[in-house]
């Protein structure tokens, strides 16, 4: 785990540093003068706290799984212009304990100073959105959301049937692996024609 992983992660399981959360529609419209943020990707410990919360069966969201999901969560925070946040507002997704853990981690990289500030008078509101993903993402979405970083389950870790390793990689890097591994077994096939020191070229 990353340090800043490790810092917000500590940060989630102490006390709240008293902002204020809410939930609800999100329509950026809401947000006089807002200031968009460049999209912050959660790391593979949120994917899998977002795997844990399917497997638990703590929410139900149509067409997402504990093995396959893809949910971007929209988040806005109000910020004063000394850097301190004062209220946040996550997107509803009707999945309650994935909402609080955006709060969270929302308060928790603005109590470690996070965000850059873009102002310098009054308060604005910053707008951005996480994303947790879990199995492989289409071409369409390398090619739209290059940038959204998405995990999957790996090879099995030695000596146990039960954990196993998790990859994560943006849209644009899966689409570079598995183009690897098909040229790979292509060679592979192509490969299995040379026999005994003798080779069939097609």
């Not at 340090?3 to 419209?29: H, K, N, Q």
């Not at 929209?74 to 996550?90: D, F």
């Not at 910053?126 to 879990?134: A, P, Q, R, T």
Request: hydrophobic letters at 35%; a neutral charge.
């Amino acid at each position: 785990m990353s340090i800043l992983a490790t810092a917000i992660f500590s940060l989630l399981s102490s006390t709240s540093p008293g902002v204020p959360v809410d939930v609800g529609r999100f329509d950026p419209a809401d947000f006089p003068n807002l200031i968009k943020l460049e999209r912050s990707l959660p790391h593979a410990e949120m994917t899998t706290r977002v795997e844990k919360i399917f497997a638990d069966r703590r929410c139900s969201i149509d067409g997402q799984s504990k093995r396959r999901f893809d949910i971007t969560v929209p988040y806005a925070i109000l910020m004063e212009a000394e850097g301190k946040a004062k209220r946040v507002v996550v997107g509803e997704v009707e999945c309650a304990p994935l909402e609080t853990l955006v709060g969270q981690v929302v308060v928790a990289r603005a109590a470690r100073g996070d965000f850059k500030l873009q102002h310098n008078e009054g308060e604005r509101w910053y707008v951005s959105d996480l994303h947790f993903g879990l199995g492989e993402p289409e071409l369409a979405s390398a090619v739209e959301n290059p940038d959204e970083v998405t995990c999957k389950r790996g090879e099995p870790v030695v000596g146990s049937r039960l954990k196993y390793t998790k990859m994560c990689k943006t849209a644009a890097e899966w689409q570079a692996y598995n183009n690897d591994r098909q040229q790979l077994r292509r060679d592979i096939s192509n490969s299995g024609a040379c026999m005994g020191g003798s080779c069939v070229s097609d």
